[in-house]
């Protein structure tokens, strides 16, 4: 084993509210050594960011650190909790630097990629000017941002999620820290553009020789990316150790939950003899692009000539990256999107339908979205918000039977209906989804279309989600549209699969003959960068 670098020693946290005080990190102690990816692994709140915060100085100031975070990386340890503001200045970002989840939320949208870097320069280094800017071009060029040049003048908003996401990175390593603390940065990502970040980080890490404390709720990474795993729950640490060991014969029990729930099991098929709800053909979405000067406007193409057909009862996973068409596609069919081609539902040709048209079928077809907490309004109680669907396309039902409709979604949600007094904000991540699902099912309708339902969750909230989901289509006899670039869980779930790349349908067919042998260099590339061997599935 290499040198420590990094320790954290018997560390407490605890937040001052105005409820009282709440422990988020209790006696934690783990060692980050020199070069080692060490994987810091837990549920939402069991205080894994809370952690590297405190490692980096950047707490609350309603927080109240205790304990010792030694950092090894000058000639005499240092207790980071101790040092002075100037010396932790020049500790942060120059010998410790943090890549955090979501890169939009961290990177200035009123400035340019090339400035923000260069500040990051200027103020830990001794360039300036044109040799800053230099700097800053051979950062983006080491991360693989295509012509890096131009991209220096570009703002975060014209750049996609991955390209961001190697900008933060390129910043974290401006200084070629020591340690780089590398929070969720994957999490957000398609599968691909995941694989990508985490084979770059690999690739930078034996360049500058730097060990990465990764932190993520995501054990199928782990398994692939860390040397050594702390397992932490409830803000302290359960378990630690080896990678491969601690996969092999984990020793305690939440641990051994984390790795069981990877979405496991498989959907029944549906009888041969089951009636269609739900058939396209030749169907095409397009926009109108920004018009120029004396020239016609143009048009993209999103969603380009798909053929599909859903059974009764059935689920249809509709998987590809981000800009591949899935979500165009899943609206196009429930006509919230204009299209051109056929769609016809239970025999009722949608196509040309206008809204009032529309309005008597909506309550038969609804939608979950991806962000509960985006889709759920913070004003209104749980109840009104799920009972707000029966006003509009229930209107003759009493305040009685709206608020019992309302208690049985509920409960068939698995949430104690005495719930629909509070507000969203009391819910956690998983129960906020349930009742997104709630709200769908209280109209009783025939089509769901999930749109990435699951991809905010950890992974044992999503193996109870997928369990719900389950379940709720035996009992109501659901058909899904299931949109998601979450690969095991559309095994878990569908009947058969739809692979989108750029608006077209590049493989489709049975769930497990597709999962064996996928035959589009496309499909096998989402598959190898989501860590499942289709050979050996």
Known sequence: MSQPLLEID???????????TVTAVKD??????????????????????????AAMRLLPELARPDGAIRWHGGQQPEDLLLVGAKRMRQIRGNEISMIFQEPMTSLNPLHRIGRQIVEVLTKHTALRGSAARERACSLLEQVGIPDPERRLGSYPHELSGGQRQRVMIAMALACEPKLLIADEPTTALDVTVQAQILSLLKDLQQRYGMAI?????????????????????????????????????????????????????????????TPLLLEAHDLRVRFPMKKRLFRPADYFEAVRGIDLSVKRGQTLGIVGESGSGKS?????????????????????????????????LRSRMQVVFQDPFGSLSPRMTVGEIIGEGLRVHAPLLGRRERDARVQEALA?????????????????????????????????????????????LDRSVQATVIELLRD??????????????????????????????????????????????PRHTYTQELMRAAFLDHQAA
């Open 412 to 456: 068939d949600v698995a949430l104690d209906p005495a719930m629909r007094h509070r507000y969203p904000h009391e819910f956690s991540g998983g129960q906020r989804q349930r009742i997104a699902i709630a709200r769908a099912l209280v109209l009783k309708p025939e089509l769901l279309l999930l749109d990435e339902p699951t991809s905010a």
């Open 213 to 273: 404390l990764f932190i993520t709720h995501d054990l199928g990474i782990v398994r692939h990316f860390a040397d050594r795993v702390c397992v932490m729950q409830q803000g302290e640490r359960v378990e630690s150790g080896p990678t491969a060991e601690l996969f092999a014969d984990p020793q305690h029990a939440y641990t051994r939950m984390l790795i069981d729930a990877e979405p496991r099991g498989r959907k029944a098929p549906v009888p041969d003899q």
């Open 10 to 20: 018997r560390l407490r946290v605890d937040f001052d509210l105005p409820g009282g």
């Open 328 to 360: 165009t596609l899943g609206r196009a069919l429930l006509r919230l999107l204009e299209s051109r081609g056929d769609i016809r539902f239970d025999d009722t040709a949608l196509d040309g339908l206008d809204t009032a048209a529309m309005r008597p």
């Open 28 to 53: 934690l102690s783990f060692t980050v050594h020199a070069g080692e990816t060490l994987a810091l692994v837990g549920e939402s709140g069991s205080g894994k960011s809370v952690s590297s915060t």
């Open 472 to 517: 709720l289509q035996h009992k109501h006899d659901l058909t899904y549209l299931f949109i998601s670039h979450d690969l095991a869980v559309v095994r878990a779930l569908a009947d058969s699969v739809l692979v989108m790349k750029d608006g077209e349908v590049v493989e489709q067919g049975d769930t497990e003959a597709l999962f064996s042998q």
